[in-house]
């Protein structure tokens, strides 16, 4: 049994410390919600820069080959890359050209066209209607969509306090835990708060839980050691994020603080006032 140790708790980096909210104002209601269908915008932007670029390209390659070979047909650059796009779904305004080199055309450009359109549209059909199959990778989209946010780390009992009071308080974050099988893990999922899966101590874990544009690290698993040096590595990727250390040894705690390394302060007010422990 803990002693009065569990409620020991730390702020890093308090030149940035803001007051006692951990955020700024909360987003509108339902903002959390519209994150899942802005997640899938980055496939389908990268599905039509795909497209795009195959019509342009294929295009221009066609009009410049048909020059040289002294066709009649296309007469512009424009009417080459129309032309270029009635390819793909097979219903071209050109005749069909005597030179080889050209013919590949009719047959190369719907086959890559439509794989390109097929595949993004496959993308964005897994991320919308199966995220169960793409639970890590849905996960990260989700995440990719936050800015000023809190990353909470570790989703124990402790961890599910502070993210039910973030919950309550309709402040953005996004939940990491190493755990898979971690309990209280479903009841964040049903809050539409994205749970990156890793171990936090890994850079790229961090990344992906949008360390660089957050504003707030809360550390709260039960390792005082760890959560030490998660805090480091969190200062590495984002120097001026503003870094809460849960530790549990009282005296642990008292020590960092006399120390007077790394800037580390007595978090006031608590963070038990908030998550009403």
């Known amino acids: 049994m803990r002693g009065p140790g569990v409620r020991a708790s730390l702020c890093y980096n308090a030149a940035h410390a803001r007051p006692p909210s951990l955020a700024p104002p909360a987003p509108p209601p339902g903002t959390r919600g519209t994150r899942y269908a802005h997640s899938a915008a980055p496939v389908l932007r990268g599905a039509l820069i795909a497209f795009s670029l195959t019509v342009l390209v294929g295009g221009g390659l066609y009009f410049v080959l048909a020059r040289f070979a002294g066709a009649s047909e296309p007469d512009s650059l424009a009417e080459s890359l129309y032309g270029a796009l009635t390819m793909i779904f097979l219903q071209t305004n050109f005749d069909f050209p005597s030179e080889w080199f050209l ?164 978090l006031r007010p608590p963070i038990s006032k908030w998550c009403n422990w």
């Open 103 to 266: 013919q590949i055309f009719f047959f190369v450009m719907p086959v890559l066209g439509l794989f390109i359109l097929g595949q993004g549209i496959a993308d964005i059909g897994a991320l919308l209607f199966n995220r169960q199959a793409r639970g890590e990778a849905w996960q990260v989209a989700v995440a990719g969509t936050y800015s000023n946010h809190i990353v909470l780390v570790g989703l124990g009992h402790l961890g599910f306090r502070i993210a039910r009071a973030l919950n309550d308080l309709d402040e953005p974050f996004v939940c990491v835990e190493q755990n898979p099988e971690a309990e209280l893990m479903s009841a964040v999922r049903d809050w539409h708060v994205p749970i990156i899966q890793g171990d936090a101590l890994k850079h790229d874990v961090l990344r992906k839980a949008g360390l660089e544009r957050a504003h707030t690290i809360v550390l709260a698993t039960s390792d005082d050691i760890i959560n030490l040096q998660i805090a480091i590595r969190a200062r590495a990727i984002n120097p001026r994020v503003r870094t809460i250390v849960r530790l549990f040894d009282d005296d642990f705690a008292r020590e960092l603080v006399l120390a007077g390394r790394a800037g580390l302060r007595p």
